[in-house]
């Protein structure tokens, strides 16, 4: 399974794709074009209308499952946000269990300044 991730990496700001392994971020050379949604849109402002940054929404699009966390690891700019998502046929609470999991996407989700909010997925 394939995680992938559009945000800061863990030592400075401006937004990227990278493939994420188990101890490992990889910048790649993915673009917009690759995906059938824009991650830069996301998390969608209707959804975030009032909201802070930890904000989570989850999202599943043309076999895609994202998480989108408002907010960075680094980047404390408006409009700053950290984009998981697989296109493996997962639930939102797998999902949710592969971030905290994954030593990697643990550590990005950790060293947010503000607390993250999940949503009760039950």
């Known amino acids: 399974m394939k995680l992938f991730y559009f945000g800061t990496d863990l030592d400075s700001a401006g937004h990227y794709f ?12 993915k673009s ?4 059938p ?5 996301l ?5 975030f209308e009032g ?24 980047d404390k700019r408006p409009g700053s946000k950290s984009i998981f998502f697989t296109n493996s046929e997962i639930t939102f609470i797998q999902l949710k269990n592969l971030l905290l999991n994954t ?17 009760d997925l039950n």
């Open 103 to 119: 030593t990697i996407s643990k550590k990005i989700i950790d060293q947010m300044p503000f607390e993250v909010q999940w949503p």
């Open 32 to 35: 917009f074009g690759d995906f």
């Open 37 to 41: 949604f824009n991650p830069e849109r």
């Open 51 to 74: 909201l802070s940054n930890g904000t989570v929404k989850f999202y599943s699009f043309a076999g895609y499952v994202i998480c989108a966390i408002e907010g960075s690891c680094k």
């Open 43 to 47: 998390p969608h402002r209707i959804d």
């Open 18 to 29: 990278f493939e994420l392994g188990q101890n490992v971020m990889h910048k790649n050379h």
